[in-house]
């Protein structure tokens, strides 16, 4: 199969791998399967069935127990690089990896790409700053902030050493650009459930959609899942963290307090922060401390917080000239902040943010909201597992210790971790070598052609 | 102070002036020793020998805290001198002597009298080490030593200027009054004169004996005024003690004595402050009370106490710092933080961890609220010894949502 593909021949692949499965299931391509503009208004045609169905076998119950028989599972799609998870790291990740030079396949859970940063209304840009307000997030990060600057209503507080805020919606339309640009393949709803593994190598990623389960091969795969998913499944050392699960909200209307009416009375609480949408805040919610992969804590955790929120704005309407606030939306996303985290060839510890401890290794800098901190460099042996390979960290839940955890979530963190992850990911292909045993000064190099800032 | 040579022979008046010339090249050599001793502050404890050479602050902090430091040593050895070579210190080293002495100087040359004025300096000691014997030394701070110690603190912090300001008194009054500071009004000096008295009275009876009648302008260590003096002195320590009260505490270096007897024993020479090498020290402007002026506070809004540093305490000449090590020091919390939740940004869901994430000692956890739905900094008083780092780290502005406080009752051990 061809290193590029665009996406009608991924799906004219999945056909053919259909084929050659030899299950004796004919199926023709979709298109030439419904007879489309035949009559008038909206088109509902019959797809065939076994188009839809092929390849899959029912649990069944074997001794009261749930089981999955054996399956063969087809494979969709063959890509150098597979980057799983399409948030602030996989995005950016993924167009790294693409620009140097390898074929990228990018696996998104939702519809949209930003992850926790767009579809979770963390829109705030905090953490690409260090003490004295110099800017250390460079490199493709910037460029996506660039990008949105040139948008109209797309960024806020574009000032030098001051946090932007941007829209989240500006920044899912500049990240569709940013990918077709780059010409990352790529497959929306789909979410990676499990590693492809031979000898603790990983050879691909499973995957699960509305074409039911089927497989990508990659030479590298990318885990920017935040939670870990893929390097935990692929059998990857990490630790299991609780941490805070909030839910973002959008409240509009400020701009028609009635200020007035409102008088010297005190404010009301969690009226949020200013967004790019004049009279719109952003409201935060840390939310407790919980297991973010306990589907059930998550669930109660989506319905608390939507009482919550929804009751908060209540309260904030019957402040005397508050009528008119409104809840404009809650995020798609749960708050989810840490869960998995890495055991890396290294981890970057409290200790090295305090020491501003400098790596030999390091693939970028992290920053912090600015007020405290100074530099704090990324080593690459955090981004790696230390048993399995062929697959990288980025995001979230790289290799650090839990006081570095709330630093190395921040949006522009993920950036630069991302940046890292897919360069890297590049040049081990590009040199038919094992992450771990990839020439760091080529990375670097690469790194810093790209823009990226490292130290 | 008489020179026992003939001042008239030819060779008398000579060897005279050869003993001014080397007097002075020792009184030099001493300020220029002093002054580097005191510049040494960040890298050493030796700026502690500056302070630490007053037999006066020595006896007044021994009697005040009970306790005999090893620097005390030093003022007890002048004083031994002393004894035998009445203000022996003051013509050969005292480096505050040499600069009230330069002014003085230049005061005459400016037609400046000196002024009649009754020796208030043995006022100054009996009050100091009666009140002393309370456990408050009231005027300890007086002494020169502490006073040309301070003024290099001048530029330490936002108020150091104030250190400096003791000094400038000094020099000022010996301008416009000359030699009145070194002769009628220092402690030490008088406390001098003091320890001398048996000899000399030993030396004036004998002379008595011999048909030389002199009077003596000191008096019996045990006459009416010495009562009177050492009575003030303990109803001014009682008034002081008891007129704490209503002021906040504030919060003072790691070691620091229980809080009454500090701002006695406290000699505010600066020695903590210009030691400190995360500068959180400064001398205080009297918002806690005007006994505590010039007195060491901390000030955690940008910086805070490092968990290994002792050196404040290293360099204190008069125990109102307790020395310490790093262990000892965890063991004496300096105060504890407090939150205000109408500050703190967590109330209002912001995304902050500062406080915890730069606490040495992962004192604060965040514990939620079901019913406020919110997050709240938790301390753990156990792990905490009050450094300050979550204050310094805090970054809510213009009030720190968080703010070490000092303990109601100093928790000393």
């Not at chain 2, 400096?164 to 000096?189: E, K, M, N, Q, Y």
């Not at chain 2, 009416?224 to 050492?230: A, I, K, M, Y």
């Not at chain 2, 912001?350 to 965040?366: D, F, K, N, Q, S």
């Not at chain 2, 406020?372 to 310094?392: H, N, S, V």
């Amino acid at each position: 199969m061809d290193k590029h593909m665009n996406r009608r021949e991924c799906l004219r692949a999945l056909g053919l791998s259909g084929l050659t499965a030899g299950l004796g299931l004919t199926g023709a391509p979709a298109s030439h399967a419904q007879g489309v503009g035949e009559s008038s208004g909206f088109q509902s045609s019959v797809i065939d069935a076994h188009k839809v169905q092929d390849m899959r076998t029912a649990a069944t119950i074997v001794d009261g127990k749930v089981i999955q028989p054996q399956r063969e599972l087809p494979i969709l799609h063959q890509t150098d690089v597979l980057v799983v998870g399409g948030g602030s790291a996989g995005v950016v990740a993924a167009i790294a990896a693409r620009r140097a030079g390898a074929s990228v396949t990018l696996v998104e859970r939702y519809g949209h790409f930003g992850g926790l940063w767009t579809g979770g209304l963390v829109v705030l840009i905090i953490g690409h700053i260090v003490k004295g307000g110099k800017q250390v997030c460079q490199g493709i990060g910037e460029e996506m902030m660039r990008r949105l600057d040139k948008l109209d209503g797309a960024i806020i507080d574009r000032r030098p050493g001051v946090s932007p805020t941007v829209d989240a919606e500006a920044a899912k339309y500049m990240m569709v650009e940013m990918i077709e640009e780059a010409g990352v393949d790529v497959f929306l709803h789909c979410w990676g459930v499990d590693a492809i593994v031979t000898e603790n190598t990983v050879r691909g990623v499973v995957f699960e959609s509305k074409s039911g389960r089927q497989a990508i091969l990659a030479k590298i795969v990318v885990d920017a899942t935040g939670d870990g998913d893929l390097f935990a499944a692929a059998g990857a050392e990490f630790e299991h963290r609780s941490h805070n699960v909030g839910l973002v909200s959008r409240i509009g209307n400020l701009d028609r307090v009635d200020a007035e009416k409102a008088g010297q009375a005190p404010k009301p609480r969690r009226l949020g922060s200013a967004t790019p949408v004049p009279g719109v805040n952003w409201v935060n919610l840390t939310g407790p401390e919980v297991d973010g992969l306990d589907i059930a804590t998550l669930t109660q955790m989506e319905m608390n917080h939507r009482k919550f929120i929804w009751n908060n704005v209540q309260r904030t309407r019957q402040t005397p000239g508050y009528e008119k606030v409104y809840l404009v939306e809650t995020a798609p996303q749960l708050g989810v902040r840490i869960t998995r985290i890495l055991n890396g060839l290294n981890r970057v510890r409290l200790s090295d943010l305090r020491e501003a401890t400098k790596f030999p290794d390091v693939v970028g800098v992290g920053g912090s909201s600015g007020a405290t901190h100074g530099e704090w460099q990324i080593p690459y042996g955090a981004l790696v597992p230390t048993k399995v390979d062929n697959v990288l960290a980025a995001g979230r839940c790289i290799s650090v210790d839990m006081g570095m955890a709330d630093l190395v979530r921040l949006v522009p963190n993920c950036f630069v971790t991302g940046h890292a992850a897919g360069v890297a990911a590049a040049v081990a292909v590009r040199d038919n070598c094992r992450p771990r045993d990839v020439d760091i000064a080529k990375v670097q190099k690469v790194l810093r052609q790209q823009e990226a800032y490292l130290g | 102070m008489n020179n026992p040579l003939e001042p008239n022979s030819e060779s008398g008046r000579t060897e005279a002036a050869r003993r001014r010339r080397i007097r002075w090249l020792v009184r030099v050599s001493s300020l220029v020793v002093a002054i580097v001793l005191l510049l040494a502050a960040r890298q050493t404890r030796w700026p502690v020998l500056v302070p630490a050479l007053s037999p006066f602050v020595a006896a007044g902090s021994i009697l005040a805290t009970r306790a005999f430091a090893v620097t005390a040593c030093l003022g007890l050895a002048v004083g031994l001198i002393a004894m035998l070579r009445p203000r022996c210190f003051c013509r050969w080293v005292c480096p505050l002597g040499l600069c009230a002495d330069g002014m003085s100087y230049v005061g005459r040359r400016c037609g400046r009298k000196p002024a009649k004025l009754p020796s208030i300096g043995r006022w100054i000691v009996l009050l100091t080490l009666a009140s002393a014997c309370l456990g408050y030394p009231l005027l300890l701070c007086l002494d020169p030593l502490t006073m040309f110690s301070g003024a290099f603190g001048i530029a330490e912090s936002r108020t150091g200027w104030l250190t400096a300001l003791p000094l400038l008194l000094v020099l000022t009054t010996s301008f416009v009054w000359p030699h009145i500071w070194c002769s009628r009004i220092c402690p030490l000096g008088a406390f001098q004169d003091m320890l001398a008295y048996p000899l000399r009275r030993a030396r004036q009876a004998r002379n008595q004996a011999g048909g030389n009648r002199s009077s003596s302008r000191w008096n019996p260590p045990l006459a009416r005024r010495t009562v009177l003096g050492v009575a003030a002195g303990a109803a001014l320590a009682g008034i002081a003690r008891s007129s704490q009260g209503s002021t906040p505490r504030p919060l003072r270096p790691p070691g620091a004595i229980d809080e009454p007897e500090f701002l006695g024993v406290c000699v505010r020479c600066g020695n903590c402050a210009r030691a400190c090498p995360t500068h959180i020290i400064e001398p205080s402007l009297g918002r806690h009370g005007p006994a505590g002026l010039l007195t060491p506070i901390l000030h955690f809004e940008e910086s805070y106490c490092l968990v290994d540093c002792t050196k404040c305490t290293q360099v204190c000449p008069s125990g109102a710092l307790v020395r310490l090590s790093p262990d000892g020091k965890a063991s004496r919390p300096i105060g504890l933080p407090q939150v205000d939740m109408s500050v703190c940004l967590l109330a209002e869901s912001r995304e902050c961890t500062e406080c915890g994430r730069w606490c040495p000692h992962a004192a604060i956890r965040y514990v939620w609220s079901e019913t406020e739905y919110t997050l709240t900094p938790e301390i753990d008083a156990q792990k905490c010894t009050g450094c300050g780092a979550c204050e310094a780290a805090c970054p809510t502005k213009p009030n720190k949502a968080i703010v070490v406080v000092a303990f109601e009752n100093a928790a000393s051990g």
